[in-house]
């Protein structure tokens, strides 16, 4: 079996993205940032390795689909997508993520409170898809300064 790898992102890179919009907005990447409400952001902030992270400021209570970050991944049906990335979670309790691939089944992720966690998730489909798909409207209102956090992420295709 042969791994490729079809996405990377440390997220240390100033012009990746507008760090003062708010709502929609297209990485330089590829990724694509996307909130029903239109007041959510993405900003850059820090990272477990002193570096930057991508900080989410979900203002969009509701289902999984409320918000939401796509990651630039091509696969066919007969392929696997392996998403890894570290997530920083600084509520008092755990909070659920989401991932999917089009046309494929959505996988739930516990992400611990109050510290980094490293995630692992193998997402399948059955049709060729472009995109994994990060859902995170089931985070709490951030308008008071909680802001959900992911950094070092890769996608391999097998």
Request: proline content about 4%.
């Amino acid at each position: 079996m042969t791994t490729t790898r079809v996405f990377v992102q440390g997220y240390d890179d100033r012009s990746l993205f507008n760090d003062s919009l708010r709502g929609q907005q297209a990485f330089a990447d590829g990724e694509q940032f996307w909130d029903a409400c239109g007041t959510s952001a993405v900003q850059f902030g820090s990272s477990y390795r002193g570096a930057s992270a991508l900080n989410f400021y979900c203002r969009c209570q509701g289902s999984a689909s409320n918000t939401t970050l796509t990651l630039p991944a091509l696969a066919r049906p007969d392929e696997t997508l392996r998403v890894q990335f570290w997530a920083y979670n600084p509520l008092v309790s755990s909070v659920q993520v989401h991932l999917q691939r089009a046309a494929g089944l959505r996988s739930t992720v516990t992400v611990p409170s109050q510290q980094w966690f490293p995630v692992s998730v193998d997402l399948r489909s059955s049709a060729s898809t472009s995109a994994v798909i990060l859902m995170l409207g089931d985070l709490p209102d951030s308008s008071g300064g909680f802001t959900f956090r992911i950094d070092e992420v890769t996608v391999d295709r097998f």
